[in-house]
Structure formats: C-alpha cells, structure tokens
C-alpha cells in the first residue's frame, strides 16, 4: 500500500540557510500535516492543510511557511535557520474518517 | 554542544511478559485516540485506536483500554517481544479525521532478552 513520502530523508544546513522539506501524502488523503520532533520529545504539531487551504496552526515560527499544490503534496519552507531548528519534521495524512498516517520524516540538522 | 531532550519515561519488561504503558490526557472533549509506536529515526507508526464510545479494543497482542471518567489510556502489549522495543505515544483528536492530533509524552519500553 502507498505510504506517506517525504523528500529528503537527510538534511544538513547552515545557519541563516534556508530548507525545503517535501511531502507527497496518501492518495485520496485530503488533509496534510506537519510535526516537529526534537531529541526525545514528542512531536510538536505546526501547521496543516485540508484541501490545499491551510486549516489548523500550531507552534509554527514565523520564519516558516508551508503550502499544499494542486496535486495535493505540500512543501515547508523553513528560512533563517537556528541551531534550535534541528530535529525530525514528520509529515502525515488523513482522511475525514481517520486513517493517519505518517511518513518516514526529515532529519535536519543546522550546523 | 547537542541540546539534550527531555528523559523519557522508561519501562522495561522481560522477553515473554505482558507490558502496560499508560497516557493521561487533558482535553475531555477528545474523543478519538490513538497509539503509535516510533523506533529510532523512523516516523510514528500505527498500532491501535479507540472511539470515546468504547472502553476496550483489541488488536493482534496489543489491547487498548479507555477510561474517560479519569481521562486515562493504557496500551497492553502481550508476551513482549525484543522487536516491541520503541517508544510509544498515545495521541488525541477532538473533532473529525481532519483533525490534528496532540501527542501525549511518550514512554520508552525496553524488552529484556
């Protein structure tokens, strides 16, 4: 069965840099969302979009943007980077019934 | 340096025991949940859910148990086995599948051979 893809699994910038993180959800799945999970932490819900419009907002920095296209995979920009933003960004997906599911996440590192 | 994260809690159980991880959550109007388990740098993985109109459900070895009078969630996972070894998060919904869900803190379960 189709998992939740995201593009690349590693990932190492400066600080100042800008990252984009990519995330190609289940097919059919009609909501996406974004996660933040530092080193031994649960994961931080930031953003999320249900059909292509954003619906929720979480603990999202304001040097971070995300969007979702037409063919429904989304994109988080992340500029100005800090040490702090080091961790793992996990997409996932849904359906209006349920179904989440995450993928394998992006594991950024800011030197 | 690294910034160290928060200690998860731990429990460790021996190869062939039962384990139980327990989750308290906050918002009483939550009414779906959910328990995932994610092994080191891999995304959270599903393994059972519940409705807030049932109290008990059962998977292949792993049993959830729903307690909405003292807001609780447990997770029993039977004859423990060394690949059950990971962190496990309960996690919560208010609303629809187009939802976010808010995690609860996760809990370290080691399985002793």
């Known amino acids: 069965a189709a998992g939740v893809i995201q593009s690349p699994r590693h990932l190492i910038k400066e600080k100042r840099e800008t990252a984009t993180l990519k995330c190609y959800p289940i097919p059919r799945h009609d909501t996406v969302y974004w996660y933040q999970q530092g080193p031994g932490q649960d994961p931080q819900f930031l953003i999320s979009f249900y059909e292509k419009m954003q619906s929720d907002k979480g603990s999202i920095p304001d040097r971070f943007s995300a969007q979702q296209f037409s063919d429904y995979h989304s994109e988080l920009n992340m500029s100005s980077l800090e040490l702090g933003d080091s961790a793992l960004y996990f997409c996932?997906?849904?359906?209006?019934?349920?179904?989440?599911?995450f993928g394998s996440g992006t594991r950024l590192t800011v030197v | 340096g690294e910034s160290v994260g928060l200690h998860l809690p731990t429990l460790s159980v021996q190869e062939g025991d039962n384990s139980i991880i327990n989750c308290a959550y906050s918002?009483?109007?939550?009414?779906?949940f959910i328990w995932y388990k994610q092994e080191s740098g891999k995304g959270p993985q599903f393994i059972i859910d519940?409705?807030?109109?049932?109290d008990k459900r059962q998977g292949q070895r792993v049993t959830v148990l729903l307690n909405k009078t003292v807001k609780h969630l447990s997770l029993q996972i039977a004859a423990t086995q060394p690949g059950d070894s990971a962190v496990y998060f309960c996690?919560?919904?208010?609303?629809?599948?187009?939802?976010?869900?808010?995690f609860g803190k996760g809990t370290r379960l080691s399985v002793i051979a």
């Open positions: 918002n009483s109007a939550s009414d779906y």
């Open positions: 519940i409705r807030s109109n049932m």
């Open positions: 996690a919560e919904i208010v609303g629809s599948g187009n939802t976010p869900l808010v």
């Open positions: 996932a997906s849904s359906t209006r019934w349920g179904g989440y599911t």
